[in-house]
């Protein structure tokens, strides 16, 4: 039987809280007879009070070994006066760095029992399941020249520079379209190629990758300020979103927040392929931080960080039959009508972090 192996590094604030309920589903899916072998660490504030530095290299090493990284959050004022390097974020963009992770990607999922808490109309977002890819290391944020300068006329004049090469987009491409096979196959590239030269480029190539690697799968181009305008108008016609990292940096949130809150929201980011293995290196987390104005009083909403391990199963694991049974234990539970404050309808009763999590492990004892 093949072991998964899995970091497990909570952090500060709310991280720990939600880990530990996905430490409970890690134990059900071990009883089962899946093979996970995880590994703890401190990350952020945490391995700033313990190491003077937001991620040690022994939690680095293990970090580049395991086959999937779950984070929790970083991140609380404690930390607001420690050393730039060192402060808990660190933690984060060096991991980010260091295993080379270019692809974020964000599901936006709407489970039927929470249409209403979004800001839509239940129709419109009931039942929505799409995945937004965003290329996270190039493009606008990174490109130089990156800077203000001061004309001669005493005005200042700013420059942040978009840059893609062939080789940036195929690989977000080829992530898209890999995810879209596993879905219901369908990839919407959206750039702007009709001002933009790096939209040129984009479109270019996505389309070459899609001719040469994936014809099975369905392509569309769609421009980007038409792509947000489409997403919140009928979201339900996407499948995959591919886009730059500025462009999915709006979109993503525009799709997060057709779901209702943030404490429902997971994430992925993927490296490159091992050329020996196939594997990726991945990390998983929530889209949300530590939350210090609700830590440890067991009001944290979990599943967005069980719906990190649930990508993880799916994305890193290949475990699909699992994944979507977590899936289904959670809409179950959902539909039950067990919620945390974040999503109880006003004068509703909330359970805890630790209930909900209970009740998922429950659920899918039912189920299985
Ligand atoms: P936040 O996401 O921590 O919280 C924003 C609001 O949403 C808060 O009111 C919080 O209580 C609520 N919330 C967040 N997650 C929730 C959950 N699972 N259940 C219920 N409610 C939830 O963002 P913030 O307040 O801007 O930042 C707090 C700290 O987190 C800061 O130190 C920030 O730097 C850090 N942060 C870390 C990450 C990360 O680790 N990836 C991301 C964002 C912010």
């Known amino acids: 039987m093949a072991t998964h192996k899995l970091l497990l590094l909570p952090g500060d604030g709310i991280g720990p809280e939600v880990m530990r309920e996905v430490e409970k589903l890690i134990g059900w899916f071990r009883k089962r007879g899946t093979g996970f072998e995880t590994e703890t660490d401190l990350v952020g ?25 779950l984070f929790g959050a970083v991140g609380g004022p404690k930390w607001d006066g420690v050393p730039y390097e060192a402060r808990p974020e660190a933690g984060l963009l060096r991991l980010r760095k260091d295993l080379g992770l270019f692809a974020n990607l964000r599901p936006a999922i709407c489970y039927p029992a929470l249409a209403d808490a979004s800001s839509l109309k239940r129709e419109v977002v009931e039942g929505l399941d799409i995945m937004i890819v965003r290329e996270l290391t190039g493009g606008v944020y990174f490109g130089e020249p990156k800077e203000i300068v001061t004309l001669e006329n005493g005005q200042q004049r700013a420059i942040d520079t978009q840059i893609y090469t062939t080789g940036e987009i195929e690989r977000i491409a080829r992530v898209a379209f890999d995810l879209a096979r596993k879905r219901r196959n369908k990839v919407s590239s959206a750039e702007k190629h009709n001002v933009m030269r790096s939209g040129v480029l984009w479109r270019k190539v996505v389309t070459q990758v899609h001719g040469d690697e994936f014809a099975d799968v369905q392509l569309e181009h769609v421009l980007a300020d038409n792509c947000g305008m489409q997403l919140v108008r009928w979201p339900k016609q996407f499948d995959v979103i591919v886009t730059d990292n500025l462009f999915g940096d709006i979109l993503s949130d525009i799709a997060a927040m057709l779901t209702g809150s943030l404490g429902m929201l997971p994430s992925a980011s993927l490296g490159a392929e091992d050329s020996q293995t196939g594997h990726r290196r991945a990390l998983y987390e929530p889209v949300h931080g530590s939350a210090p104005d609700i830590a440890g009083r067991g009001l944290a909403n979990p599943l ?12 890193s694991f290949g475990l699909i039959e699992e994944a979507d049974l977590l899936e289904r234990a959670i809409a179950q539970v959902l539909a039950a009508g067990l919620r945390t404050k974040d999503i109880a309808p006003a004068g509703a009763n909330a359970v805890a972090t630790s209930d909900l999590g209970d009740a998922i492990v429950k659920e899918l004892e039912t189920l299985s």
């Open 304 to 315: 967005a960080m069980i719906g990190s391990f649930g990508m993880a199963l799916r994305y």
């Open 45 to 69: 504030g945490a391995a700033y009070d313990a190491h003077g530095v937001a991620i040690s290299d022994a939690a680095m090493a293990r970090a580049m070994n395991a086959d999937a990284v």
